[in-house]
């Protein structure tokens, strides 16, 4: 049954992301799409010990220090860094955030509905490039995970649990620490289910975001190319300045009176939290995307 359009606004349908094939054929999922992703300096050629070694050749300003061949360096009393070209098999891995948060928009569709479109759209470019497609969908309550495998049918299997728990919209009773603490086993569990040399990428508003949970990032950092992208609704980046409003998740219900600097002070906030997290992934060398509910997943990506 074809959803309307209001209903695709607020979950997926499994054929709206098999549909994303043919515009994903278009996406150069390589190493120059992820550099646009990077800041400038602080990307390194490839991570990990999943890549094969080349040469080495005189460290030149921009490479990664952590690539440096002390052993040469000492002999030959300069400076020189490894380099490695990628394996033939690259593990792609697309963790979606399905918490409660993220099934929430004002405008445009909710914010699960753009990670799926989002991660729909590079699971079938990566299908193209011959990439292995793995990774995780993970919500207040469970969290389901894929082995990086090659073909169509593992695109197909990720696609399928992404339109059917999109359709399972979440229960109002889940609290804040449950979100924070769902947030933190989906991230130490890519640690250890991630080969290095792994191409990452994270979709998520990353609510509950806390000094442990971005430990588990920085250890991704060092051994996989991991990219954070952000997701959020325009009414979390600016709340009105004059009025009432009422806003409720179905179950309860609350009224914001919009005076006395309040605005200021969420609007203060939020971007405390975007400044937060792109300092963080230009900081160790992640890629960072800012993406709200009113953009075209795939204008976003090309």
């Known amino acids: 049954m074809k959803h309307s359009q209001t209903t695709s606004l607020v979950d997926i349908s499994l054929p709206q992301l098999i549909e994303l094939n043919r515009p994903a054929s278009n996406l150069p999922l390589n190493h120059n799409t992820i550099r646009s992703l990077q800041s400038g300096d602080y990307l390194s050629r490839f991570k990990g010990r999943g890549m094969e070694f080349d040469e080495v050749r005189p460290y030149m300003p921009g490479d990664d220090v952590r690539n440096m061949d002390w052993r040469v360096t000492a002999r030959t009393g300069k400076a020189h860094t490894k380099l490695f070209r990628e394996e033939r098999e690259r593990a792609v891995f697309l963790s979606v955030d399905y918490r409660s948060p993220m099934h929430f928009a004002t405008r445009g569709a909710f914010k699960s509905v753009i990670a799926a479109r989002l991660a729909g759209l590079l699971s079938w470019a990566a299908n193209h490039h011959g990439d292995r497609i793995g990774g995780q969908i993970f919500t207040d309550r469970l969290q389901k995970e894929f082995k990086p495998q090659r073909g169509?049918?593992?695109?197909?299997?990720?696609?399928?649990?992404?339109?059917?728990?999109?359709?399972?919209?979440?229960?109002?009773?889940?609290?804040?620490?449950?979100?924070?603490?769902?947030?933190?086993?989906?991230?130490?569990?890519?640690?250890?289910?991630?080969?290095?040399?792994?191409?990452?990428?994270?979709?998520?508003?990353?609510?509950?975001?806390?000094?442990?949970?971005?430990?588990?990032?920085?250890?991704?950092?060092?051994?996989?190319?991991?990219?954070?992208?952000?997701?959020?609704?325009?009414?979390?980046?600016?709340?009105?300045?004059?009025?009432?409003?009422?806003?409720?998740?179905?179950?309860?219900?609350?009224?914001?009176?919009?005076?006395?600097?309040?605005?200021?002070?969420?609007?203060?906030?939020?971007?405390?939290?975007?400044?937060?997290?792109?300092?963080?992934?230009?900081?160790?060398?992640?890629?960072?995307?800012?993406?709200?509910?009113?953009?075209?997943?795939?204008?976003?990506?090309?």
């Open 152 to 302: 169509k049918q593992s695109v197909l299997r990720f696609l399928k649990q992404l339109a059917e728990l999109s359709a399972q919209q979440p229960k109002n009773d889940r609290s804040e620490s449950d979100s924070v603490s769902s947030l933190h086993h989906a991230l130490s569990r890519l640690v250890h289910h991630t080969r290095p040399g792994s191409l990452i990428f994270l979709f998520s508003d990353f609510r509950g975001l806390n000094k442990s949970n971005e430990f588990h990032l920085i250890r991704l950092s060092r051994h996989c190319v991991v990219n954070l992208v952000f997701i959020f609704d325009p009414l979390e980046r600016e709340l009105p300045k004059r009025g009432d409003f009422r806003f409720t998740n179905g179950s309860r219900e609350v009224t914001y009176h919009a005076e006395n600097g309040v605005a200021e002070h969420y609007n203060n906030r939020f971007i405390q939290h975007y400044n937060h997290l792109k300092e963080l992934a230009f900081g160790y060398g992640m890629g960072f995307l800012g993406c709200d509910t009113t953009e075209d997943p795939m204008e976003i990506l090309k």
